[in-house]
């Protein structure tokens, strides 16, 4: 199956897109913009959400004890390197935003590519930033409140403005975006090193009860093995985020270097600070304390920093603030790149003459996020596609053993022994497998709400042949869109060869937004930049 021409039929006809794009009116292009710091702060940001500060009992309770707890975040920190390995390979063999969805589509075909892609549009990125930007307001709310929960309306509005606000810088310009998320990053790691530190002098205090061996694997619970994995299963989680650095690939100054050196730095200090966090709340805490408390690192605020106790619940909304930038940041480039693809309207595939920002795909998650925010079933949604989510992942890396014998010629600036996809499938297996053992119906209910995308895709992506009136109707809305977020579409070669030189994105970008600016001197020449 073909996904080129055949695709982009689903929004216009392949003949208006190829002349739009021979017009000149995809001159534009991504920026390159975001250098080894800002790739980091990406990773980690995305990483380190709400969950080491609100619950990371999540492990320790399935753990059983204290010391089964932290080979377990040390053991889910090294399997999530290993996967993190495996998509640096991926990432500089296909040099394309999007992520995972690049890849499976690339490897698998379209129909797998358009699943991954559907699950993620449908599901998973809006319930998750609407989770977490319900947990910034909550955090915002909570002092206000003390004595009671915030209204839900309340939260959802600080919610909603939260949303907007950060729609509104990442349309402004990438580099905005990129500091604010640099900004929070290293605001968060800050108070996780604060934490760290509280933990080192508790220690040197002699408070290090549940850290000696003997009371360390003391269970307060029988060991099970069913709960043991579930332990594994639930620290693979808190290391969500891993991948997103992928999603922005072809805005990477330097890819082939910064990618995998953002990987490198950025994995092993996140489980440094996961483990090193947890150490911290065991010197004040038992596991006892730590599994009745809803919000851990208040707790430990509440017992170490005394009057300073207020600077958790802070670090905690500083936290969600900027994974909610960062999550924008990245799906909506996931977004862009299924749009390109033709696996979403053409629309979504088209950037700002000026600023060289994908404002339709960042509004539109925006939309799809806020429609989130008006409904009660978000949590639910998101346990019944977190397994999917998880499924992906271990396709993803089996593409990689399966790019290796399809294409062993093809160039591949990282090239990493085939032994660790190995090692990171069977961990995954025996987690898929376990998932599928204890929650059928969970994992089935997700599966069919990921199947909900077979349908969709051969009416909207495989079917060429659409009607006269549906491809005018489709062509106008675009033109419409264009209009309105004065964009256009973006420039056929400019992220591929970018992606192989370096900084010649900056410099064709720069020319390409002079000659684009005037957008507006001419109804013909706006009108043939809307061709798609």
Excluded at 49 to 66: C, D, L, Q, R, T
Excluded at 96 to 109: A, L, N, R
Aim: glycine share 10%; charged share 15%.
């Amino acid at each position: 199956m073909t996904d080129g021409p055949r695709q982009r039929s689903s929004t216009g006809s392949s003949k208006d897109a190829q002349g739009e794009k021979e017009s000149g009116g995809g001159g534009v292009a991504l920026k390159k913009e975001i250098g080894l710091v800002s790739a980091c702060g990406i990773i980690v940001g995305n990483i380190i959400g709400s969950g080491i500060f609100v619950s990371p009992k999540g492990v320790m309770e399935n753990a059983s004890s204290v010391g089964v707890a932290l080979i377990v975040w040390i053991i889910t920190g090294v399997i999530t390197a290993i996967g993190a390995l495996c998509y640096a390979e991926l990432g500089v063999t296909i040099p394309k935003s999007g992520g995972d969805y690049s890849y499976v589509k690339d490897i698998f075909g379209g129909l797998a590519g358009f699943l991954r892609l559907w699950i993620a549009v449908l599901v998973i990125y809006p319930t998750n930033q609407a989770v977490i930007a319900l947990t910034f307001s909550n955090y915002v709310l909570q002092p206000l409140f003390p004595t009671c929960f915030p209204p839900e309306n309340g939260l959802r509005l600080l919610a909603a403005v939260c949303l907007l606000l950060l729609t509104w810088v990442n349309c402004s310009s990438v580099r905005w975006a990129t500091r604010v998320q640099d900004m929070f990053t290293a605001g968060k790691l800050l108070a996780l090193g604060l934490i760290i530190i509280m933990g080192i002098v508790q220690i040197c205090k002699g408070e290090y009860y549940w850290l000696e061996p003997a009371n360390a694997f003391e269970p307060f619970q029988d060991y099970d093995v069913g709960l043991i994995a579930l332990a594994f299963l639930q620290g693979s989680f808190a290391y969500g985020g891993w991948n997103f650095l992928n999603y922005v690939t072809e805005e990477l100054v330097d890819p082939y270097v910064n990618l995998p050196r953002a990987i490198f730095i950025s994995i092993p200090l996140v489980t440094f600070v996961y483990v090193f966090a947890n150490i911290a709340y065991v010197t004040a805490m038992s596991p006892q304390e730590l599994l009745a408390s809803n919000a851990v690192a208040v707790t430990f605020g509440e017992k170490l920093l005394g009057v300073m106790a207020w600077i958790m619940p802070i670090s905690v909304a500083l936290s969600t603030f900027g994974g909610v930038n960062g999550s924008l940041f990245t799906s909506s480039r996931l977004f862009f790149a299924g749009a390109r693809e033709g696996h979403l309207p053409s629309l979504l595939a088209m950037i700002h003459v000026k600023r060289c920002t994908p404002i339709p795909a960042l509004l539109f998650t925006c939309l799809s996020t806020l429609l989130m925010l008006c409904t009660s079933d978000m949590y639910t949604l998101i346990n019944y596609v977190g397994f999917i989510n998880y499924l992906f992942y271990g396709v993803t890396v089996a593409g990689q053993i399966v790019l290796r014998f399809k294409q062993p010629d093809m160039h591949r600036p990282i090239k990493i022994s085939l032994i660790w996809p190995i090692i990171y499938l069977l961990f995954w297996a025996f987690l898929l497998i376990f998932s599928l053992y204890s929650e059928p119906v969970v994992c089935g209910i997700g599966l069919a709400i990921m199947l909900t995308g077979v349908p969709v895709y051969f009416l909207g992506v495989y079917w060429d042949n659409k009607p006269q009136c549906f491809n005018a109707f489709v062509d106008k809305m675009t033109y419409l869109g264009q209009k309105f977020c004065v964009v256009v579409y973006p420039a056929v070669g400019g992220s591929s060869s970018d992606s192989s030189n370096g900084n010649g994105s900056r410099e064709e970008g720069e020319e390409m937004k002079e000659v684009m600016s005037p957008l507006s001197q001419t109804e013909e020449d706006t009108h043939k930049s809307a061709e798609c």
